[in-house]
């Protein structure tokens, strides 16, 4: 998928590839999971989305990166996986990266047989409407979830994040 958006400075091109989980970008993973040790825990075990900026090259050849979506197996990963990390640069947000990454992993989970996407998230902003509007739908609350698995509190919009929301999308 290719899509042409306007980005910080000047229109650009951008593409959604596949990425092998080692080569996932630590700037992009720590704004979506700021805890280094839960990610080291998943990520060799899951699947990869990038967003790369095509206009803007790298010496890999393949574009910078200006988004991840890292989706991990449950159970036997048949039936169902959990999308674990999803981030698109600050400066790139609200071009609809986030929605063609997300796009492309649910693509690929329905491919491969998956019947549900689950997520979680905190119990209030952006991220939960964004999700709510591909379809989303809030199945579980983890209380305290964000209290007890992350040492430093997590803070949006002058309100401390607790519980954790969990929503499953129906393949």
């Known amino acids: 998928m290719t899509s042409t958006l ?3 400075s ?5 593409n959604i590839t596949t990425m092998n989980p080692a080569e996932a970008p630590w700037h992009l993973l720590l704004l979506a999971d700021p805890s280094r040790e839960r990610i080291k825990r998943y990520l060799p075990h899951s699947t990869c989305f990038a967003a790369r900026q095509t ?7 393949l574009g910078a990166l200006i988004g991840v979506c890292v989706l991990t197996p449950e159970g036997d990963g048949q039936h ?4 674990i990390n999803m981030a698109v640069s600050t ?3 609200r071009n609809g990266i986030g929605s063609a990454l997300l796009h492309r992993a649910i693509r690929e989970m329905r491919q491969r047989g998956v019947r549900q996407l689950e997520v979680g998230t905190g119990s209030f902003g952006d991220q939960l409407l964004f999700y709510q509007r591909i379809g989303f739908r809030v199945t579980d609350i983890e209380r305290d979830f964000f209290l007890q698995n992350y040492t430093t509190p997590l803070w949006e919009r002058g309100v401390q994040h607790k ?5 499953t999308l129906e393949l």
């Open 6 to 8: 306007t980005g910080p």
């Open 10 to 14: 000047t229109p650009a091109s951008w």
């Open 91 to 93: 400066a790139w947000q």
């Open 163 to 167: 519980d954790m929301l969990k929503l």
């Open 55 to 61: 206009a803007q090259f790298t010496p890999s050849g």
């Open 80 to 83: 169902k996986w959990e999308l």
